[in-house]
């Protein structure tokens, strides 16, 4: 099973209470879910036996667990997870399977719990139809409050219920957008988007949403609580009194330079940082890490607050922090350490180290937000702070890569594991014509990005930015991956790198490769031993091929020729026909298959000696029979084996 598929809804429980639906549920084992079965059920393979009844131990579950799969009665499911919720931003999310799997309904926490996305990756998994009755997935609209997820984003405060509501009923809503990655303005939301560099018409909005560093708002973002909030000067013009519903999301673009004396308590390291973020109206969300100097690496109050907010803590040697020209040095600190600076040192260089190349525009203006501030507290220590701006936004999230074969061209022929992995990631990146044949499963908020059939490595390139940055991203490829595909160049690439192996992580789904399709479009032409070769000169030198082929001649193999002919390439497979004719009779069967499982898709049966009348081109395989390969009535048949012996399977 796929280790990948699951992985944002980690840790995750299967529930069944019958022999069959723990069936049902048991290929979730596989992908790192714990399936829970009562003990009555007996020793059931790789399932976890609890011991009296369901509704106690669902209760001492419920904190432990992002997401809940049971195959049980909706209705009981209802009555046994009603007493456990509290509120949709803090719920797991709750998904019920019906014991033949042919539905999967969101039930609780479609949203914020990640429940109906969960729902979509186990209906493709299950081929089951997947039941989602939020308004918002009805009408294919965003849904607000994920909106940022996928980049690491934090949710403000603000009225959401408010936006989501104004959203269902798509009335016009306001984006403001400040910070962060602008990958996702292209997906098909219906807002007006301004940012630095557009303003939009001025019409009637009904619903605002910020994308921020800063505090655009404090209150629940209803009209009642932003009445009359005056204007942030450092952040610029904030929402002034309006009545309409509001939300923000804050990108993590803040890096907090930190010095402080040794010694210093977690709780003044964090007052002063909320300190000198509350005055200068920034939003704690926004934060993406701390910053300091090595010789604070084991500094315990900074330690434990990072792990408390799950923040990285970057530590730089005075000799680089010394290099970063910052307003406010100090001779005394150089004296100390050896850098003039190290909160302001610190924090600008973080924002420099950790940049990815994935945003659209990467002018990097980063700068330093906040000079530093010292905050004392009597007999406490002191702490120095600094804020700096990063143009590009820490995820917080560690990147996955799905390498995926879609098979030969329609989606019947594509695993389903491959069809989860594409529902499922942030990012899907594939030759246009390909990316376009997946539609069906793609959903809004996702990034898709075509490329042209030619920049193959581009899109390796963009794909490993996107994954180190933290995305999880498929790679699309026709046919197998694997096979003259995506994947190959990914993990080339990678190594190039000093890639590590593990992050980010790699799966590759693989897919219907085109001598497969091709091959059951005409018979059995490869049921004895056969190869496979590209007579493409792009991707090998002709001397390669011209041997490979006498090979392959010589030794009898069925052969199947990918990338056969192109509008300037012809001379290739005349050479292949002539060598082939050198050791095989010229009534030896070949079959000529052009776009398989396409709409336009032609199979044509002729013989070695008369194969340059068919038409052939990029579109098309080329499959030459070995020296028993017939045809009877319209088929292709290669012998299984030459003895005609019963011992093979
Ligand atoms: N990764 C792909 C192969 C890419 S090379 C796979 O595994 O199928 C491209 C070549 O594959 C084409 O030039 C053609 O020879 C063959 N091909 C791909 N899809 C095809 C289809 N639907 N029908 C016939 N040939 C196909």
């Keep these: 099973m796929s280790q990948v598929l699951f992985l944002d809804f980690q840790p995750l429980a299967a529930i069944a209470t019958t022999p069959a639906a723990a069936k049902r549920l048991q290929f979730l084992g596989g992908s790192g879910a714990t399936l829970w079965v009562p003990e009555t059920l007996g020793n059931f393979a790789g399932a976890q036996p609890y011991s009296g009844s369901l509704r106690d131990h669902l209760t001492a579950l419920w904190p432990e667990y992002k997401g809940f799969i049971f195959c049980l009665a909706a209705g009981a499911v209802v009555r046994l997870v009603a007493p456990l919720l509290t509120h949709k931003s803090q719920d797991p999310a709750v998904v019920v399977v019906d014991e033949a799997g042919r539905f999967v309904i969101s039930l609780c926490s479609g949203h914020q719990g990640g429940a109906d996305r969960l729902t979509q990756l186990l209906a493709h998994q299950l081929e089951a139809t997947p039941v989602i009755t939020g308004a918002t997935n009805a009408a294919e609209l965003p849904a607000i409050d994920t909106l940022g997820l996928p980049f690491g984003w934090q949710r403000g405060e603000g009225n959401w219920n408010g936006v989501s509501g104004i959203i269902a009923r798509q009335q016009p809503v306001q984006v403001i957008q400040e910070a962060g990655s602008t990958l996702w303005q292209h997906q098909g939301y219906p807002f007006h988007i301004q940012t630095a560099q557009r303003e939009v018409e001025p019409i009637s909005f009904q619903a605002k949403i910020w994308i921020s560093p800063c505090e655009r708002f404090s209150g629940s973002g209803s009209p009642e609580a932003t009445q009359g909030i005056p204007a942030r000067s450092s952040c610029g013009s904030s929402a002034s009194?309006?009545?309409?519903?509001?939300?923000?999301?804050?990108?993590?673009?803040?890096?907090?330079?930190?010095?402080?004396?040794?010694?210093?308590?977690?709780?003044?390291?964090?007052?002063?940082?909320?300190?000198?973020?509350?005055?200068?109206?920034?939003?704690?969300?926004?934060?993406?890490?701390?910053?300091?100097?090595?010789?604070?690496?084991?500094?315990?109050?900074?330690?434990?607050?990072?792990?408390?907010?799950n923040w990285p803590l970057r530590c730089f040697p005075a000799t680089v922090l010394q290099s970063v020209t910052v307003p406010n040095p100090s001779a005394i600190v150089a004296a100390a350490v050896g850098t003039p600076s190290v909160a302001e040192a610190a924090a600008l260089q973080a924002v420099l180290e950790f940049r990815f190349e994935v945003g659209e525009e990467s002018k990097l203006q980063n700068s330093l937000r906040v000079p530093k501030q010292v905050i004392q507290a009597a007999g406490q220590g002191a702490v120095t702070v600094a804020v700096a701006e990063a143009e590009q936004e820490w995820t917080g999230r560690t990147g996955q890569f799905g390498s995926v074969g879609s098979g030969p061209g329609h989606l019947d022929q594509m695993t389903p594991a491959a069809k989860t992995a594409v529902c499922q990631a942030d990012a899907v990146i594939g030759y246009g014509l390909y990316v376009d044949l997946l539609q069906p499963l793609l959903r809004v908020g996702q990034v898709v990005e075509r490329f042209p059939i030619t920049q193959e490595r581009q899109r390796a390139e963009r794909a490993i930015a996107l994954a180190q940055w933290g995305l999880t991203v498929a790679v699309v490829s026709s046919g197998d991956c694997g096979i003259y595909g995506m994947a190959?160049?990914?993990?080339?690439?990678?190594?190039?790198?000093?890639?590590?192996?593990?992050?980010?992580?790699?799966?590759?789904?693989?897919?219907?490769?085109?001598?497969?399709?091709?091959?059951?479009?005409?018979?059995?032409?490869?049921?004895?031993?056969f190869c496979d070769i590209s007579l493409s000169t792009l991707l090998n030198p002709w001397p390669v091929i011209e041997k490979r082929l006498e090979a392959a001649a010589e030794a009898d193999f069925v052969a199947a020729l990918y990338n056969p002919r192109s509008l300037t390439r012809l001379e290739q497979l005349v050479k292949a026909q002539e060598i082939f004719l050198r050791s095989r009779p010229p009534g030896t069967p070949v079959a000529i298959v052009r776009s398989a499982y396409r709409p336009d898709e032609q199979a044509t049966l002729t013989t070695l000696e008369q194969l340059q009348d068919a038409t052939v081109d990029m579109l098309t395989t080329v499959l030459i029979g070995n020296s028993s390969t017939r045809t009877y009535a319209g088929w292709m048949i290669t012998p299984r084996g030459y003895f005609q012996s019963d011992d093979t399977e």
């Design 241 to 309: 009194s309006t009545d309409m519903p509001m939300v923000q999301w804050h990108p993590r673009v803040l890096w907090i330079g930190i010095g402080c004396e040794r010694g210093t308590s977690q709780q003044l390291i964090e007052s002063g940082i909320r300190q000198v973020l509350q005055s200068h109206q920034l939003a704690w969300g926004a934060i993406a890490g701390v910053a300091t100097i090595d010789l604070k690496a084991d500094e315990r109050g900074l330690i434990e607050l990072c792990r408390a907010y």
């Design 488 to 529: 190959g160049l990914v993990l080339e690439q990678l190594q190039a790198q000093g890639w590590d192996g593990k992050t980010p992580g790699i799966e590759i789904f693989p897919g219907i490769t085109a001598l497969q399709a091709t091959a059951s479009r005409v018979g059995t032409p490869l049921m004895h031993d």
